[in-house]
């Protein structure tokens, strides 16, 4: 019910705009986050855009490099990523909560969509 889509090959210093699309359910009552998971460590917040697109919230060292944003008139919620780096290379997911606000940590959301793979190269 969630897609995660966008990912891709780029070089250091490019941008990608990852999508989630949320089909079977009305996105505008879900909050959306997205989640990093680089090979080997723990699953990470990397931002999160409420119900409602009223809040929004980032991983700190993210701020001003990502940017979350949501069109609810087709069910998708994007995250632009600018001035990749290598250490951005990471399977990325997206989750829903119902009526998700500020919600940053992995057991706040009720489910999740299969990842999409980022790889920045140096």
């Known amino acids: 019910q969630l897609q995660a889509s966008g990912g891709g090959l780029v070089q250091a210093g490019d941008s990608l705009r990852l999508s989630c699309a949320l089909s079977?359910?009305?996105?505008?009552?879900?909050?959306i986050g997205w989640f990093r998971q680089a090979p080997g460590k723990e699953r990470e917040f990397v931002a999160t855009?409420?119900?409602?697109?009223?809040?929004?919230s980032y991983q700190e060292s993210l701020k001003g490099r990502f940017t979350i944003s949501r069109d609810n008139a087709n069910n998708i919620v994007y995250l632009q990523m600018n001035s990749l780096k290598p250490e951005d290379t990471a399977l990325y997911f997206c989750?829903?909560?119902?009526?998700?606000?500020?919600?940053?940590?992995?057991?706040?959301?009720?489910?999740w969509g299969q990842g999409t793979l980022v790889t920045v190269s140096s």
């Open positions: 989750a829903a909560k119902l009526w998700g606000w500020a919600a940053i940590s992995r057991g706040d959301y009720d489910f």
């Open positions: 079977g359910r009305t996105v505008h009552t879900y909050g």
């Open positions: 855009i409420s119900w409602n697109g009223n809040s929004q």
